[in-house]
């Protein structure tokens, strides 16, 4: 039994020599390494901006250029520039809004089918059909044909609307010829005669030509701008308010924001108002009511100070006006109706401050009302 124990005591013992080892071997372990940091990303590079070098027109041709082989990406910065060297250039805005349009939305569903004839070209067939011939890029898009400007004669294409008759369909359609500098200057001398010999609708018509055939310019357009606000105030003063207006709205859609044509537009507004008011002046005095007539007048001298009719008209009512506003003070008064007697005083004084008469009868009753005021406040 003896040996038993100490044998098991032996193995006690290793037992807790081989438990502390293993202990220390656990201590004395290496710690883990950390884990390694994630790279940094890479720098996003920032787009360059390439502003196209050129002259508004250069710019523009270069664009039409690129949208004629179907390369709208190309086309849509030299496009931008031209609008901030030349912010009224309709061609430049119209291109542009056609590069991201949907053709279908812009143009409609309904399509007639047309065949191309030898010397067609989709600008040709964008005049004719569409009015616009830089509506060229658009039809493009619409029938999902890439070059432009090449159009094979026979083929067949859609076009937006509803078929024209036969005649208008099969007309010949007259070739174009790019407007050269010289020839777009010697229409704007054209133009620049017309207006000085106050022929503004012909005018103006010389001047669109020469903008939708691409030869318009920042001095064109100043122009044009002149030839408008002409034009609307000559129809303004032969009475022809609508006209003017319509005339300016047709303008301001080409020029929005223009200071001139609002400007322009502001006084025909005011005129027209000043006219109407002059006119029921005319007809109050013509059916004996020379209060309401006088009233008229005075509002139309506000609206246009120099009126020169409304001035005339109040010069010759105004001593029957006096009178008549006097003669109802004096009624008013006689029914002891103070508060009109008042009223109609005080309309006669507006007219004629100095009217001594009248002034003495209103302090009169002013008096009256005072004592009567003053008396319902003892009581």
Not at 247 to 259: Q, R
Not at 289 to 303: D, F, G, P, V
Request: charged fraction near 25%.
């Amino acid at each position: 039994m003896s040996m038993e124990r100490a044998g098991m005591g032996r193995l006690g013992i290793y037992g807790c020599i081989l438990l502390i080892a293993g202990l220390g071997g656990c201590a004395l372990a290496p710690a883990p390494k950390p884990a390694p940091l994630p790279p940094e990303p890479e720098p996003v590079p920032v787009p360059v901006v390439v502003v196209p070098q050129g002259t508004a027109k250069e710019l523009f041709k270069a664009g039409v250029d690129a949208l004629q082989h179907g390369d709208g990406a190309k086309a849509k910065p030299l496009l931008q520039q031209v609008l901030v060297l030349e912010p009224n250039h309709k061609n430049a805005s119209s291109l542009l809004l056609q590069i991201d349009a949907n053709p279908v939305e812009m143009l409609g569903k309904e399509y007639f089918p047309y065949k191309v004839q030898p010397g067609d070209t989709l600008s040709l067939i964008a005049k004719r059909f569409l009015g616009d011939h830089f509506k060229f890029y658009i039809l493009a898009k619409y029938n999902e044909i890439t070059l432009s400007d090449n159009l094979e004669a026979g083929r067949s294409i859609k076009i937006p609307g509803k078929k024209p008759p036969p005649g208008k369909a099969t007309a010949a359609i007259p070739v174009e010829h790019p407007v050269t500098p010289d020839v777009s200057n010697l229409r704007l001398a054209e133009a620049k005669k017309l207006y000085s010999d106050g022929r503004f609708a012909e005018s103006i018509s010389t001047l669109e030509h020469i903008q939708t055939e691409g030869g318009g310019n920042a001095e064109l357009s100043d122009f044009l701008i002149t030839v408008y606000v002409a034009y609307a105030k000559k129809l303004t003063s032969s009475g022809q308010f609508a006209e003017a207006n319509k005339l300016l709205s047709k303008a301001l859609i080409a020029y929005p924001g223009n200071e001139r044509l609002r400007k322009t537009s502001d006084q025909i507004d005011v005129h027209r108002n000043a006219e109407q008011a002059y006119e029921e002046g005319n007809q109050w005095q013509n059916n004996g009511q020379l209060t309401n007539a006088y009233a008229a007048y005075a509002k139309t001298l506000k609206l246009e100070p120099e009126h020169a009719g409304a001035k005339a008209a109040l010069a010759k009512i105004r001593p029957q006006v006096v009178e008549a506003y006097y003669a109802d003070s004096v009624r008013a008064r006689r029914r002891q109706n103070f508060t009109e007697a008042i009223s109609s005083l005080d309309k006669l004084l507006e007219i004629d401050p100095n009217h001594e008469l009248a002034k003495s009868n209103r302090n009169e009753i002013k008096a009256i009302l005072d004592r009567e005021q003053l008396g319902q406040q003892r009581k």
